[in-house]
C-alpha cells in the first residue's frame, strides 16, 4: 500500500514568516495530494489539494507544489499569521479509483509566534 | 444540514466493556471511514465503507468492528476496551472517488475522546 511521510513534525516560524511541509509517497499510481488543516480541539478539515496533472495550485497565502518524479510534494504558507498554527496533515489517494481512500502523513504542528 | 455528526463526545470505558461510536450524515455521501488520532501518529484508518451494507479493513482494524446498515449511518464498536484504545477517534464520509469529477474530499465529524481505564 501507499506510504506518505511529513516533516518535519513541528515548526516554529515567527509571524510574517513563511512556513513549508514536505511529504514524500511511495506509490507512483497516486494522483491526488489533499492537505487537512486541524485546529487545537477541532476536526481536520480540507484546505489545498492538488492533482498529479498540476504542478502548483495557489489559494491566497497558501501554495501546494508536486514533483511527480521525485514523488514529493510540499505546502507553503506565506505571511504566516497566528490563527495559521494548527497540525497540518498531508495525503495521497488514487482518484477515480473505487476506494476513494486516503493515506495520511503523521502531521506537521505549526505554531506561528506573534 | 448538519453535516458528520458523532455520538458520543467523550467516554470513559474500564477495561473490558464494551460501547458503539455512531457516526452519521446527511450528504448522501457513499463512503465513510472511522479513524483514530494519537499523538504523533496521524491519522489512522480502522474500517471504511465503501457502500450500504458494505465494510473493509484499514489499517489499525484490530479490536473493532463495524456495521453500515443504513447509507447515512456507520457504528464502530468496541467489544472489550482496552487501554489501547484510548484515543480520539473520527469518523469521515465522502463520495465516491469515482464520480463526481474526482470530489473526494472526506468531511470530517467533531471527534470522539474515548478514555479506557
Redesign the interface.
Known amino acids: 500500500g501507499e506510504n506518505v511521510e511529513?516533516h518535519p513534525?513541528t515548526l516554529s516560524v515567527q509571524e510574517g514568516d513563511s512556513a513549508v511541509i514536505k511529504c514524500t509517497y511511495s506509490d507512483s499510481a497516486s494522483n491526488?495530494f489533499?492537505w487537512y488543516k486541524q485546529e487545537l480541539g477541532?476536526?481536520?478539515?480540507?484546505i489545498i489539494?492538488i492533482?498529479s496533472n498540476v504542478g502548483e495550485k495557489k489559494d491566497q497565502r497558501i501554495a501546494v507544489t508536486l514533483n511527480k518524479t521525485a514523488k514529493h510534494f510540499s505546502l507553503h504558507i506565506t505571511e504566516t499569521q497566528p490563527e495559521d498554527s494548527a497540525v497540518y496533515?498531508c495525503a495521497a489517494?488514487?482518484?477515480?479509483?473505487?476506494?476513494?481512500?486516503?493515506y495520511?502523513?503523521?502531521?506537521t504542528q505549526l505554531t506561528v509566534w506573534p | 444540514n448538519a453535516g458528520v455528526t458523532q455520538t458520543p463526545k467523550f467516554r470513559v470505558l474500564k477495561t473490558g466493556q464494551s460501547m458503539t461510536l455512531l457516526c452519521a450524515q446527511d450528504m448522501n455521501h457513499e463512503y465513510m471511514y472511522w479513524y483514530r488520532q494519537d499523538p504523533g501518529m496521524g491519522l489512522r484508518l480502522i474500517h471504511y465503507s465503501v457502500g450500504e451494507g458494505t465494510t473493509a479493513k484499514g489499517e489499525v482494524p484490530d479490536g473493532y468492528n463495524v456495521s453500515r446498515l443504513k447509507k447515512q449511518n456507520f457504528l464502530l464498536g468496541l467489544e472489550s476496551a482496552a487501554p489501547s484504545q484510548t484515543s480520539v477517534y473520527f469518523c469521515a464520509s465522502s463520495y465516491s472517488s469515482s464520480g463526481r469529477a474526482g470530489l473526494i474530499e472526506q468531511f470530517f465529524g467533531p471527534g470522539t475522546r474515548l478514555t479506557v481505564l
Open positions: 511529513q513534525s491526488y489533499p477541532k476536526r481536520p478539515q480540507l489539494d492533482r496533515f489517494s488514487r482518484r477515480g479509483s473505487t476506494l476513494g481512500r486516503l495520511f502523513g503523521r502531521g
